[in-house]
């Protein structure tokens, strides 16, 4: 009898099915991975599982009762364990409550010496790996990532739960503490714990699994034993049946002629969470960037535009040295980026459309003054582009649908026009039309000899508009697709090839 | 499809009104010189409405600087206003020394003093990172400590007969000048808001700053220069209030501090930044002047009217917050 099992399990959010037939068994004594590309639900259904995600429907049952789990507390007392991908520390306290902060001990008063020899006992499970300044007593916020996450890891394993779920514990960890954490599971496991772990890394995944479970758009699809499997299998059921391998999506290679100049030459440059990455992209290309999540390709981006500007390497810009300084400094050389996360970078809220649709334009023409009925007629022509729709100028942007404001966000860029657009998942949260009006108006821009970079969290997004494709992986640049290698096969195989240890 | 539509028609509700905050502050002012003038008959005439718009004038003064300190955003506030003002009041007392000749001088020394101040402030608060409350609070406390010190050393200075004319006596259309001076930077303001990118700027970073500065715009220069600004009007009106008292005394200027923030938040500008004018702002300082006139009128003193303008900031802050979080 399955230690733990989850029945057709479902999770719809607004209009998004996040899971639609979730289901898992997981029997007691084993490492047991999940494994889906990005947002196919794998978190989701871990989430159900420990009780922060209520589920729509379905069943979830524990040692063969059904259980229902009312919030994270309660599924604690049931006897589930999770580590979470977003670091959840308290930054300014110390490693050992950090460690034991779901269930400090002793009553009103902490004691302290019994907190720290409670929480050394999971410090001296990693001893010899930890690094410098790691001790029960040293604040979280001065702890280095990998460091950080080993505090995170140790907090999951102070739960001492019967099932331990692990979503992605390896990523900033190096390869000895790597291996000392399977080491560590892998003596758990054979105390008959059960354990879930969702990791992207081919490698750790038949390093470490005995069981396999592949969700794909919000399904389960398989499970498969470890040892009767390989990875090109594995990732053949998370891109879907034989017949989806070749060239499935609908892409229209644009030809860009091999005389095309380079509009954008990028070499070795490296920053905060990528390294050493070069390309090239020509007048009229638009070059997709690949890859999971976070793998970098956001980064680089940013990092071309100036915010933060990179470490180190080079970058030109029709011949001459770029230096990223600001998003002030290379708007006047010609680069634009459009982030995903509008709200954030992009969206001037409560402010009028007209505010919205014109800071580039007065950026670039050095505008003083702010003409209203000028500036309406140089904007208008920029929004029909995108088939905005809107009521008048002076309408608040935020009075506007999720997709109207990314357009009118991307709008402004169009008034003056820049040589290079940097497409940072630009779709991300928007409706369909907009995504189609907006990839309808990149083909066109790239048509008219626009260098365009995309990255897209959507792989279909990227086979379908991509010229060229970089596959990034753990901050580099693992694999470019071109031509006829651009298939969802090698786009996955790519991404989840063992990443290089940091 | 088609894209640019005319303007959609709008409604007109009674709760549109009461949302207007320009329209609830002048129907407060038509209130309470009518109240005034039940308590006291001659409250509401025309010579005591004059002398009222000339205090409010002052108040106004300080108050543009602070409207703009606001509107940038990021907690913005300027509490070292009023010991400017008393800076300014006392620089300019000494510059002239009660001769028309030393005017000019005295105006270019207090707008330098202002900008100063504002300066420090403005770098305290974008380069150094030190919130902006902490940063101005800490600026009124050197303030008023340079103050005592340069009190100590030097007569306070009396006003030149053509500042007190200028600020007191008709000298266009039977207005002060202070009045006219007040218009102009009403008009200014209007002018700077609307119809400049630094107007627009500002909006922008106030109420998104992350988004402003990926649109390139310069977003700490622009803070600094709020702050800069936010001195320099604190300096004008405390030329403008030794013209109205004849010469300066101590800590004239720290009646300003919480008035110009109330006046500020009275007209309808977010304390979160990037929404609000100074229209409103106007109103909302000459509201406030015909309160502290009223609450005279009826023999409250100094500390009671302090006590009545901190409950109204703290009414209003109930007030707007509350309808923010009914919008969200």
Redesign the interface.
Known sequence: MARLVAKAVSKTYGATKALRRGDLEVEAGEVHVLIGSNGSGKSTLCKIVAGSVRPDGGQLLLEGRPMTVSGPEAARKLGIGIFYQELSLAAHRSVAENILLSDLPGGLFVNRGALNAKAQRYIDLFQGVTGDDFHADATVETLRPDQRQLVEIMKALSSEAPVLIFDEPTSALDRAQVDRFFEILRRLKDDGRSIVFISHRMDEIFALGDRVTVIRDGETVATKRIAETDPAEVIRLMVGGEETLVAAEPHQPTVVAATAKTVLAVSGLSGAGFRDVSFNVAAGEILGLGGLHGQGQSTVLRALFGAPSPTSGSVQLNGATLNPSSPRATIGRGLAYVSGDRRRDGVISGRPILENVTPIHAVKQRLALASPSALRAKAKPALEALRTKFATFNHPISSLSGGNQQKIVIARWLIDRPDVLLLDDPTKGIDLSAKTDLFQLIRKLAAEGMAIVLYSSEDAELLGNADRILVFNGGRITRELTGEQRTRFNLYQAAYEAGEAA | ?S??????TKRFSFMDILKAPLLIAIALIIALLLLGEYLSPGFASGQQILRLLIVAALMGIVAAGQNLVILGGREGIDLSVGGVVSLAAIIAGNLMGGENSGIVLAILGCLAAGAIVGAINGIGVTLLRIPPLVMTLGMLGVLQGLLVVIRNGIPSGRAAPGLSQFVTQPVFLGLPGIIWLWIVIGLAMAFLL????????I??IG??E?????????VKTTRILLFVLSGMFAAIAGICLLGYTGSSFANVGEQYMLPSIIAVVFGGTALSG??GGYTGTMAGATLLTVLQSILTTVNIDESGRQMVFGATLLLLMLFYGRGKALRA
């Open positions: 499809m894209t640019v539509e005319p303007t959609a609307g119809r400049t990118m630094l107007g627009y700027r909006y922008a109420s998104n992350q988004a402003a500065f990926m649109a390139g715009m310069p990037g929404k």
